[in-house]
């Protein structure tokens, strides 16, 4: 399972990653382009949280590996290594989305936490109610064998009684 989970997580970083890279080679417009990155991230950021929101057991591995694709991000902007793309944005543009990448991958990141602590205290909370629950049907249980153990005590007492007399 966390073979696939990792496979799909970094596709799906990938494949809109390769969807940037498409509008590049096309020469589209920087505004397009702009949008289309910052319309990328959104959309990243949203499929994390949904892996992290929906399912009662959350699936961390493919939130971690667009973490790790945000982190990746910055880094390549960070050292300047697309040069194509500095001369076409502004350095404050590339500045910004350097950041905003990081941004994400660090709320990914605290994200993650905050819904494994969440996990371990449900988890937790569920596990006291189940041993109260347990411990009330022992109880129950225990007086239910004391009624059964005085009736047929009673009911022993009766029939030798019932001898006695005759």
Aim: with cysteine; aromatic share 14%; charged share 15%.
């Amino acid at each position: 399972m966390l073979g696939i989970s990792l496979h799909a997580g970094w596709m799906t970083y990938t494949f809109i990653l390769s969807i940037n890279i498409l509008l590049v080679n096309l020469y589209t417009g920087v505004l397009i382009q702009l949008v289309v990155t910052l319309i990328s991230l959104v959309l990243l950021y949203t499929i994390s949280g949904c892996w992290l929101i929906l399912p009662k057991f959350p699936n961390f591995t493919v939130p971690l590996m667009i973490a790790w694709g945000y982190f990746g991000l910055s880094a390549e902007l960070s050292n300047g290594v697309v040069r194509r793309l500095a001369l076409e944005f502004d350095y404050y543009v590339l500045d910004s989305l350097k950041y905003v990448s990081w941004a994400l991958c660090m709320i990914i990141l605290v994200f993650c936490l905050f819904r494994l602590i969440m996990v371990f205290y449900v988890a937790t909370k569920e596990r006291k109610k189940e041993i109260q629950r347990r411990k009330i049907k022992n109880e129950h249980d225990i007086q239910n064998e004391k009624y059964r153990v005085q009736e047929s005590s009673i009911s022993f007492l009766d029939r030798n009684d019932a001898i006695i007399i005759s």
